[in-house]
């Protein structure tokens, strides 16, 4: 350390003790004097430092800095700072750091300098960690507020309106949206709680403040949402959807409420008018489902008499002649249902009330019932029908009767089309097969209806499914048909989740495809099944299809089938396999000529002589059953064949199965005498009937006579009622719209009267065709249901099916029909002429006969019970009970058309509508004009009747 004279030991102690590192300079910056802080600071031992100058403590950039500062002449004023500056100093190991120089002088030693330095690392470091706090502070205060734009160009492009809602002060904010919401301006909003609640709707304010105070109370609630309405100043109604939060401190108490609000006025009104739409649509569908149930009921009523009594007709003792025309009124009959089920049925689908059941398909059997119905159509025009249903098929669940619909539609659009080229055979081809579904446990079934007829062109095709809708114009006027089967067929497969496809080429044919994806349905353990196993099978057929079909029937029943192309072919076969002693059944097609086949069985039996042969022979026409053919053969028509038929005539040729004994159990039922009332009575098969139409009346016990059953009628649901409590009936046959008491009415009270073990079978008689009347029939207790018209073997099927077993043994023995009928008296020369008060033909046409008695009896039933009506229609119209005369109207209006009154029925209709809508003078006018057309009809049935008896 450098003398300081007298005082040096003083100085040198004070040095010691200052924490500072101190450094004391010579003239030419040559370290004199440091004390311990330094050698600590720099990291050098003792008084190395002493005698060196002071820059090899700093590095070479601060050097130039620290000569300048020394260079200046320091100043000794004790008063005045000291010069000091801010380098990097350098330590022994190296590192730099920074650090602050103090230059002063001191008059106790001349020219020299006392430096001071000061480790200025952690305070360097602090403003250096304060730069980056408030570089990061700037940035994030910059971020906040792009964000707060960003939000607020969202909630503006998204509609919405902050608002903020203070507890304590009550305070509420609004931003700009939010004012625009209430329909407020700056100026008048005081951001006053009040000014809130005085804008919400009176109706909503209640639970609108109540859903705010229990969002307060719940401590679990931290957001929630509710829609209101607001009242502008100007009257204008707004509707605001609100999505909040509760803000809470660390007790839960709830500070402030905050949130958005959505004017959602435009989709308010968008749902009510939705909802306004639905309502109607759904009362406009009501309204179309009711007016199909009218129409259904009002068509099929009359046409219960039609096919009634054609059923009952085709039970009587007939000549060639009549049984033709019954066949023609017949088929008349089922046409004019036909195209009112396909109108009925497209207006169902498009009202969506048309359901699919999902029930066991045997659809080899709709395939064969749908050849039988089709084949009095081909025959008529000399097409040939083959049908053919894949025996690998499995049953399947789906709806039979759509799936019988659409092979219908599409069979009965290919009859309407083809054959019409007398230079070509009309052909038509329906089959079915199966393939792998793409849809896990399904099976894809494929429908195919093909035809050689006239085709159609791309542009035909384009327009074919829609609705009203045929190939052209003119195909209407030459073919008929309503133009709604392929809609039909179209909507049902969509709604069944299948396809329709079509290839057709003008002038060639068409071919349909209706693919479906179908569940498999358990196995019918009761169907019949011909094993051919071991049995051979040379197969001859002149149509190449028909022999691909028959033997993949025959293959699939075990046979071992040998299809050969011509007679030399079937001869060689046959020997060989008589050479090896094989058990063979020739199949032969005579096609539709029995020679044929007589003649090729001759000629084979010359070139095997004694070899045990059996012949089946494919004939043409609709004899379903195997027939004898001789001492060695059986016959069997090819035209949509039945399969079990086929291998039936098969096995029994091959003397398998006794051809008689099988043929026994399908033998038809013939007519049977009918019981007495006692005689069903005594057997508990007594049937009572509820109907209050006569017509109808007449017909069910005419079909019940031909059937051999006994009935008794009531005319309504409460005399039926009384009836049935007297215990003498086995089953009641009822209506369902009766006056009284209706047919469900009926059986609900029939249902709460029994006692256990009692069960009266109840089988409903509806008109009503629309989907559904099923359960509504059910859900009233009934056990089945007809639908009118009601066919005789549909009512034979359902009273064995529901008739308690006799108590005794039934006496009825069948009827035999006489050759032939009696002579009928001509109508024509009997009947009055006037055909304007009743019209003769009407009923003549519904019965299929011009018996004047019959048709006297019908006059006469008409007269009473119209007498009857017209009083109580009187009555009625002097106590001004509209809907009551509606009623009776209605009742009296069927009666009416069934007889050829067609001026009564008309004004019967106009009352009915105007009952209906309670149109009182339109009453007044149809009832001054009802007596006289009454009384018209009296003396024409009158002059009938007299004309009849003379």
């Known amino acids: 350390m450098h003398s300081f004279g007298d005082n040096e030991p003083q100085y040198s102690a004070i040095l010691k003790a200052v924490a500072e590192s101190i450094l004391v300079l010579d003239p030419q910056a040559r370290i004199v004097a440091l004390n311990d802080a330094v050698s600590r600071l720099f990291g050098y031992k003792g008084t190395l430092l002493l005698g060196q100058d002071i820059y090899q403590l700093f590095p070479e950039h601060a050097r130039s800095q620290i000569a300048e500062h020394l260079s200046a002449p320091p100043t000794t004023d004790p008063s005045s700072a000291p010069h000091s500056m801010q380098v990097e100093a350098r330590r022994a190991d190296g590192t730099l750091f920074p650090v602050r120089l103090s230059f002063s002088a001191t008059a106790q030693a001349d020219h020299h300098v006392v430096c001071s330095i000061h480790d200025i690392t952690h305070q360097v470091q602090a403003d250096s960690n304060l730069r980056l706090a408030r570089d990061k502070a700037e940035q994030t205060l910059a971020l906040l507020k792009q964000k707060e734009r960003v939000v607020e160009l969202s909630l503006a492009g998204a509609?919405?309106?902050?608002?903020?809602?203070?507890?304590?002060?009550?305070?509420?904010?609004?931003?700009?949206?939010?004012?625009?919401?209430?329909?407020?301006?700056?100026?008048?909003?005081?951001?006053?709680?009040?000014?809130?609640?005085?804008?919400?709707?009176?109706?909503?304010?209640?639970?609108?403040?109540?859903?705010?105070?229990?969002?307060?109370?719940?401590?679990?609630?931290?957001?929630?949402?509710?829609?209101?309405?607001?009242?502008?100043?100007?009257?204008?109604?707004?509707?605001?959807?609100?999505?909040?939060?509760?803000?809470?401190?660390?007790?839960?108490?709830?500070?402030?409420?905050?949130?958005?609000?959505?004017?959602?006025?435009?989709?308010?009104?968008?749902?009510?008018?939705?909802?306004?739409?639905?309502?109607?649509?759904?009362?406009?569908?009501?309204?179309?489902?009711?007016?199909?149930?009218?129409?259904?009921?009002?068509?099929?009523?009359?046409?219960?008499g039609v096919?009634?009594?054609?059923?009952?007709?085709?039970?009587?003792?007939?000549?060639?002649?009549?049984?033709?025309?019954?066949?023609?009124?017949?088929?008349?009959?089922?046409?004019?249902?036909?195209?009112?089920?396909?109108?009925?049925?497209?207006?169902?689908?498009?009202?969506?009330?048309?359901?699919?059941?999902?029930?066991?398909?045997?659809?080899?059997?709709?395939?064969?019932?749908?050849?039988?119905t089709l084949y009095p159509l081909v025959a008529k025009k000399g097409?040939?029908?083959?049908?053919?249903?894949?025996?690998?098929?499995?049953?399947?669940?789906?709806?039979?009767?759509?799936?019988?619909?659409?092979?219908?539609?599409?069979?009965?659009?290919?009859?309407?089309?083809?054959?019409?080229?007398?230079?070509?055979?009309?052909?038509?081809?329906?089959?079915?097969?199966?393939?792998?579904?793409?849809?896990?446990?399904?099976?894809?079934?494929?429908m195919h209806v093909e035809d050689n007829g006239i085709g159609m062109s791309p542009e035909t095709q384009s327009k074919l499914f829609r609705p009203f809708s045929q190939a052209e114009n003119s195909t209407t006027r030459r073919f008929g048909g309503t133009g709604l089967g392929l809609t039909i067929c179209r909507r049902l497969a969509d709604m069944m989740g299948g396809q329709i496809e079509l290839?057709?080429?003008?002038?060639?044919?068409?071919?349909?495809?209706?693919?479906?994806?179908?569940?498999?349905?358990?196995?019918?353990?009761?169907?019949?099944r011909y094993g051919l196993t071991g049995l051979t099978v040379p197969l001859l057929c002149s149509e190449p299809r028909a022999s691909a079909f028959l033997e993949r029937y025959l293959v699939h029943a075990g046979a071992t089938v040998w299809p050969v192309a011509d007679s030399e072919a079937l001869s060689l076969k046959v020997g060989e396999l008589a050479a090896k002693h094989a058990a063979q059944v020739i199949v032969i097609d005579t096609m539709g000529d029995p020679r044929i086949g007589q003649m090729?069985?001759?000629?084979?039996?010359?070139?095997?002589?004694?070899?045990?042969?059996?012949?089946?022979?494919?004939?043409?026409?609709?004899?379903?059953?195997?027939?004898h053919e001789g001492e060695d053969g059986l016959a069997i028509d090819l035209d949509a064949i039945h399969r079990d038929k086929f291998l039936l005539a098969v096995a029994a040729a091959s003397g398998r199965v006794p051809l008689e004994m099988e043929q026994a159990a399908?033998?038809?039922?013939?007519?049977?005498?009918?019981?007495?009332?006692?005689?069903?009575?005594?057997?508990?098969?007594?049937?009572?009937?509820?109907?209050?139409?006569?017509?109808?009346?007449?017909?069910?016990?005419?079909?019940?006579?031909?059937?051999?059953?006994?009935?008794?009628?009531?005319?309504?649901?409460?005399?039926?009622?009384?009836?049935?409590?007297?215990?003498?009936?086995?089953?009641?046959?009822?209506?369902?719209?009766?006056?009284?008491?209706?047919?469900?009415?009926?059986?609900l009270a029939i249902r709460a009267g029994q006692s256990d073990g009692q069960h009266l079978p109840i089988i409903a008689i509806t008109a009503d065709a629309l989907k559904g009347a099923d359960k509504q029939c059910f859900a009233a207790g009934m056990d089945d249901y007809l639908s009118k018209p009601i066919q005789l073997e549909l009512l034979r099927e359902k009273i064995r099916k529901w008739m308690p077993a006799s108590k005794t043994p039934a006496s009825a023995e069948p009827i035999e029909p006489d050759a032939a009928p009696p002579a009928e008296m001509a109508i024509s020369g009997n009947a009055p002429e006037d055909t304007n008060v009743v019209d003769t033909r009407t009923l003549i046409e519904m019965?299929?006969?011009?018996?004047?008695?019959?048709?006297?009896?019908?006059?006469?039933?008409?007269?009473?019970?119209?007498?009857?009506?017209?009083?109580?229609?009187?009555?009625?119209?002097?106590?001004?009970?509209?809907?009551?005369?509606?009623?009776?109207?209605h009742r009296l209006k069927s009666a009416a058309r069934t007889v050829g009154a067609h001026a009564l029925a008309d004004c019967c209709q106009a009352l009915e509508q105007a009952g209906k809508q309670a149109d009182a003078s339109a009453i007044d006018a149809q009832m001054r004009l009802f007596p006289e057309l009454f009384s018209q009809i009296d003396a024409w049935i009158n002059r009938f009747n007299q004309t009849l008896a003379e």
């Not at 054609?310 to 009959?333: C, F, G, M, W, Y």
């Not at 290839?503 to 019949?528: I, N, Y």
């Not at 006994?710 to 086995?730: C, F, H, I, T």
């Open 159 to 304: 509609g919405a309106g902050y608002w903020h809602l203070d507890f304590a002060s009550g305070t509420l904010t609004l931003d700009e949206h939010a004012l625009a919401m209430f329909g407020l301006e700056r100026p008048a909003f005081f951001g006053r709680y009040a000014d809130w609640a005085n804008r919400i709707h009176p109706d909503d304010f209640p639970w609108t403040q109540g859903a705010l105070m229990e969002a307060m109370s719940s401590e679990q609630a931290s957001n929630f949402v509710w829609d209101y309405r607001v009242v502008w100043p100007d009257g204008t109604l707004r509707h605001l959807h609100v999505t909040a939060n509760i803000e809470r401190d660390a007790e839960q108490t709830p500070l402030a409420a905050y949130g958005l609000n959505f004017d959602v006025t435009a989709e308010k009104d968008a749902e009510i008018a939705l909802r306004k739409a639905k309502e109607e649509a759904d009362s406009a569908n009501q309204a179309k489902s009711s007016f199909l149930a009218a129409m259904s009921h009002e068509i099929r009523t009359p046409m219960n």
């Open 307 to 372: 096919v009634g009594m054609i059923e009952v007709l085709r039970h009587t003792p007939l000549n060639s002649e009549q049984e033709d025309l019954i066949k023609t009124i017949r088929d008349s009959a089922f046409g004019l249902l036909n195209i009112i089920d396909d109108i009925l049925d497209f207006s169902k689908i498009e009202a969506g009330r048309l359901e699919i059941e999902h029930i066991p398909v045997d659809l080899g059997s709709v395939l064969e019932g749908i050849g039988d």
């Open 383 to 446: 097409i040939q029908l083959l049908t053919y249903c894949d025996p690998a098929l499995p049953r399947v669940y789906g709806d039979p009767t759509r799936l019988r619909q659409i092979l219908f539609n599409l069979g009965g659009n290919a009859t309407k089309f083809t054959g019409n080229n007398p230079a070509m055979t009309g052909r038509i081809v329906i089959r079915i097969e199966c393939a792998p579904s793409p849809v896990a446990g399904h099976i894809r079934v494929a």
């Open 503 to 528: 290839q057709s080429t003008e002038g060639k044919g068409s071919a349909f495809s209706v693919l479906l994806d179908l569940e498999p349905a358990p196995a019918d353990t009761t169907t019949t």
């Open 600 to 627: 090729l069985r001759e000629s084979i039996i010359d070139d095997i002589p004694g070899a045990p042969l059996r012949f089946v022979f494919l004939d043409r026409g609709q004899r379903r059953h195997p027939r």
């Open 666 to 747: 399908h033998s038809s039922e013939p007519r049977r005498e009918p019981m007495t009332v006692d005689e069903a009575e005594a057997l508990g098969q007594l049937i009572l009937i509820a109907e209050d139409n006569p017509t109808n009346q007449k017909v069910l016990l005419h079909q019940l006579g031909v059937l051999g059953y006994a009935a008794e009628v009531a005319e309504d649901g409460r005399a039926a009622l009384e009836k049935w409590r007297s215990g003498r009936y086995g089953m009641l046959l009822t209506d369902c719209h009766m006056p009284e008491m209706d047919g469900y009415e009926l059986s």
């Open 847 to 889: 019965l299929g006969m011009d018996d004047p008695a019959m048709l006297a009896d019908f006059y006469m039933d008409f007269l009473r019970t119209g007498e009857r009506t017209l009083a109580e229609m009187q009555q009625a119209h002097l106590d001004l009970r509209s809907d009551e005369i509606g009623r009776l109207a």
